[in-house]
């Protein structure tokens, strides 16, 4: 039985954790969140025991990896605390604040000789693989249009700088994340965005590869819809609600429509609790080095847009 540690009790932790408890293998032995009280709600609903304090949640028996979800702002103090305690790690996405804390741990989980991850849940899953094997059959790349267009600026978190709220790192990573690991990091990265009480609400990011460019808008105010869009000089792939997807499309001069209805953030978990079991120190569906150049381009397009947190240390 692979145990969990989870470090935040929150929305997205919930949502991992109903199909995380449905995963053979899985089970989450001991939770922490900075509520007592949201701590024993999830404790009561998940079989899993409430502890007083991070530090004693990473300590319980069964424990082999801890599962942080946290506000981002915080990630950085968690990461180092379960190295710190030799435990395994897969951290929720915005992974840090900036490169520099990201670069910082994981130079820790390399000292240590410990798996650290990104819970970029979007690449352990099949169709956004599927979309990246079928990049041969459309041919040269000549342009690529993405999306990711929700009202979610409601949530007071999105609107607080000092939790890193925004449109950007919250969800603007996902289109980001999508075409770095189709097309690698960009030649030239543009960013136009709007600010506002010390947070982005949209903006358009407009990356230069050789031959093409990739335009994605990232709106937290409004609702657009969600999609990715590559055309090729032989075909098109179109994947709507790309990071979370449940289908992809080709068309062109090969056809194909695929589907997966498997559960997202439970094939998260068990890839990653297999990657440990076996010993390995860094994820070959989420590498260090890609969490590193994606959040490159991440502090790129905040300094475009005059975009610091607050209390942030300078990468």
Not at 10 to 30: F, T
Not at 168 to 192: A, K, N
Request: aromatic share 10%; charged share 30%; glycine share 8%.
């Amino acid at each position: 039985m692979f145990g969990w540690a989870f470090l935040g009790c929150g929305n997205i932790a919930g949502q991992v954790a109903d199909e995380l408890v449905k995963e053979e293998g899985q089970k989450i032995v001991s939770c922490w969140n900075r509520s007592p009280e949201r701590a024993e709600q999830f404790a009561q609903k998940y079989g899993t025991k409430a502890y007083a304090t991070a530090e004693d949640a990473l300590k319980a028996e069964g424990v082999c990896a801890a599962y942080i979800a946290v506000t981002a702002d915080k990630h950085l103090d968690y990461i180092r605390l379960c190295l710190n305690a030799g435990v395994p790690v897969l951290c929720e996405k915005p992974f840090t604040v900036n490169a520099g804390e990201a670069e910082e741990a994981f130079a820790l989980a390399e000292e240590r000789g410990l798996y650290l991850c990104e819970a970029m849940w979007t690449w352990f899953n099949a169709p956004a693989r599927t979309v990246r094997e079928w990049l041969p059959k459309i041919g040269a790349v000549k342009k690529v249009t993405a999306k990711y267009c929700v009202p979610i600026s409601d949530n007071p978190r999105l609107v607080d700088p000092v939790r890193l709220g925004g449109a950007l790192v919250d969800i603007g990573v996902y289109p980001l994340r999508y075409s770095y690991e189709l097309f690698g990091m960009p030649e030239r990265i543009v960013c136009e965005g709007k600010v506002e009480g010390g947070v982005d609400h949209k903006e358009k990011v407009t990356l230069t590869y050789g031959g093409f460019e990739a335009e994605i808008d990232i709106n937290m105010d409004e609702y657009l819809g969600e999609e990715y869009v590559i055309e090729g000089e032989k075909g098109c792939i179109r994947v709507p609600w790309f990071h979370c997807a449940r289908e992809a499309f080709l068309s062109g001069e090969e056809e194909a429509h695929f589907e997966d209805d498997s559960p997202k953030y439970g094939t998260q978990m068990r890839r990653v609790s297999e990657e440990i079991a076996a010993n390995r120190k860094e994820s070959a569906y989420c590498p260090p080095a890609h969490t590193l150049d994606v959040m490159r381009i991440l502090d790129e397009c905040r300094r475009q847009m005059g975009l610091v947190y607050p209390g942030e240390k300078k990468a």
